[in-house]
């Protein structure tokens, strides 16, 4: 069976989003330019990736 925990996703998705914001902070310092599709597109890759995670890393702990 699946297990989703809302409080350890927001968390991972909230580390994940941080962890975009200073990395699109760093490429801005080196003359990037930020696109209309970049915000929308790191939320979701937040979502996708805190999901992910959240899955692996129960799916470890339950086979311990």
Do not use: H, W
């Amino acid at each position: 069976m699946l297990y989703f925990d809302k409080k350890l996703f927001f968390k991972y998705f909230c580390m994940i989003l941080c962890g975009l914001m200073v990395g699109f902070t760093a490429a801005m310092f080196f003359g990037y330019e930020l696109m209309p599709f970049d915000i929308p597109g790191s939320i979701l890759t937040a979502g996708l990736l805190a999901n992910l995670i959240l899955l692996l890393t129960r799916g470890q702990e339950q086979e311990n």
